[in-house]
């Protein structure tokens, strides 16, 4: 069982930047692939970023490749989404997910092979 929490979000102006945490509790962290995804108003949620458990493989979506990194601390529980170059079109309510799905790239990108969500924190991007 692992419980997310994510803060750091907030009102941003196009340009700027932005870093989202995710604390998880529990003593097995590290087993478990992390992902961000976000959504925004009207649409349905969408993979932003994954890493994988030992943060050497990391993924994102095209839209944000350049722009957003993904580190992990597995000794803090943290996993972060460092957002710079802001868009307002980056504006959504962001989810921090683990998963403990085998290592396949495109499994990264499916919401459904996370398990456990967190409850969300807002970012919004004005122009």
């Known amino acids: 069982q692992v419980q997310l929490v994510e803060s750091g979000g907030g009102l941003v102006q196009a340009g700027g930047s932005l870093r989202l945490s995710c604390a998880a509790s529990?003593?097995?962290?590290?087993?478990?692939?992390m992902g961000w995804f976000r959504q925004a108003p009207g649409k349905e949620r969408e993979f932003v970023a994954a890493t994988s458990r030992g943060g050497g493989n990391s993924y994102y979506t095209d839209s944000v490749k350049g722009r957003f990194t993904i580190p992990r601390d597995n000794a803090k529980n943290m996993v972060y989404l460092e957002m710079n170059d802001l868009k307002p079109e980056d504006t959504a309510v962001y989810y921090c997910?683990?998963?403990?799905?085998?290592?396949?790239?495109?499994?990264?990108?499916?919401?459904?092979?996370?398990?456990?969500w967190g409850q969300g924190t807002q970012v919004t991007v004005s122009s």
């Open positions: 997910a683990a998963g403990s799905f085998a290592d396949f790239s495109w499994w990264f990108r499916l919401d459904g092979k996370y398990a456990y």
């Open positions: 529990g003593r097995t962290f590290g087993a478990y692939n």
